[in-house]
């Protein structure tokens, strides 16, 4: 089943409304979400630190992908020469070829660019290439060292909420691949000590609760 996932973040809600202009003339259903995500106390007038989030369906990620690359073609000729990118070496305008989820649509239309009036064309088999094997690496799931692990079951029997919260972690969360295919961050594995980590510090949490709040009020009577 399809879900509205997050497609791009940007700081504020003028860029993404620009944006979402994109995806309006392609007919892409989308929908901008205020992400609220850290305190940040050195905003006097707005403490929390916001993004806007644009959000899509998974299955028109690839589309939404090519119709933004497709935007920032026609406007290659209208940038700087001063761009950071004409600095460049070849092999760090590849590495943008090779890893697109890393930077802009622009920045992957130019590298493409800068790379063919050195002589250097990209051919769109190669691209297709590149971003198969980029999903297939992005798609391999994380582990964690016995270190680690040991460290987080004896966390989650000293300080049970860190407990919880990386319990959490491990087991259940999931990142998004540049196709929209939603993944386990971690490997089975990890994933099972995470559930295994979340249920310690869980029952921790709730013999604490009635140890320290219920069984004295029962007592009373």
């Not at 001063?82 to 890393?102: A, G, M, N, Q």
């Not at 995470?194 to 219920?214: D, E, M, N, S, V």
């Amino acid at each position: 089943m399809q879900e509205f996932l997050t497609f791009k973040t940007f700081p504020d809600n003028e860029t993404a409304l620009d944006f979402a202009e994109v995806l309006k003339q392609q007919n892409i259903n989308y929908f901008i979400e205020e992400d609220i995500l850290v305190f940040d106390p050195s905003y006097a007038n707005n403490p929390l630190n916001k993004d806007y989030a644009i959000k899509i369906m998974s299955g028109d990620f690839i589309r939404a992908t090519k119709a933004y690359e497709d935007y920032f073609f026609t406007h290659l000729d209208q940038v700087d020469s001063d761009y950071y990118l004409f600095s460049f070496s070849v092999e760090e305008l590849k590495d943008i070829i090779v890893k697109p989820d890393e930077w802009g649509s622009f920045d992957y239309q130019l590298a493409q660019k800068i790379l063919k009036d050195k002589g250097l064309e990209v051919s769109e088999e190669q691209k297709l290439a590149y971003k198969t094997q980029r999903n297939k690496e992005l798609a391999k799931p994380e582990n964690e060292s016995s270190s680690n692990v040991l460290l987080y079951y004896i966390l989650s029997l000293l300080f049970f909420p860190l407990g919880m919260i990386a319990g959490w972690i491990w087991a259940y969360s999931k990142k998004t691949l540049p196709n929209g295919q939603r993944i386990y961050v971690y490997d089975t594995t990890v994933q099972r000590h995470g559930k295994r980590i979340l249920t310690i510090a869980t029952l921790l949490f709730i013999l604490t609760i009635y140890w320290k709040i219920i069984g004295p009020y029962i007592h009373r009577f």
